[in-house]
């Protein structure tokens, strides 16, 4: 497994934005099937975006236009780029990777999680 450790959430305004970002420790980062979820209290894990080892990109409807996911191999970190936020983004944002295999969205194919970090967005 590769161990995560996530950054960059905190305090917004509606309509602000922020940058979260995501080191994984290893030599492997690239072999990996990267995905950001976030989790409200008293709600189950949700899933945001995921990004394949070749760079392709899928969104869920709620985040898609306004959040962007991206990798940078040689600095093994994963992104989510969070725009036009909203008070319904906010959520513990968590980074998640697998090898890769058939497509998924499932937390549960995901064997490799961060902490999390906090993201609150204000109306």
């Known amino acids: 497994q590769v161990q995560l450790v996530e950054s960059g959430g905190g305090l917004v305004q509606a309509g602000g934005s922020l940058r979260l970002s995501c080191a994984a420790a290893?030599?492997?980062?690239?072999?990996?099937?990267m995905a950001w979820f976030r989790q409200a209290p008293g709600r189950e894990r949700e899933f945001v975006a995921t990004?394949?080892?070749?760079?392709?990109?899928y969104y869920a409807e709620s985040v898609k236009g306004r959040f962007t996911i991206s990798r940078d191999n040689a600095k093994n970190t994963l992104y989510l780029q969070m725009n036009s936020l909203k008070p319904e983004d906010t959520a513990v944002y968590l980074c998640?990777?697998?090898?890769?295999?058939?497509?998924?969205?499932?937390?549960?194919?995901?064997?490799?999680w961060g902490q999390g970090t906090q993201v609150t967005v204000s109306s």
């Open positions: 998640a990777a697998r090898i890769p295999g058939t497509f998924t969205t499932t937390p549960s194919d995901f064997p490799s």
């Open positions: 290893g030599r492997t980062f690239s072999s990996y099937a």
């Open positions: 990004i394949s080892t070749v760079g392709s990109r």
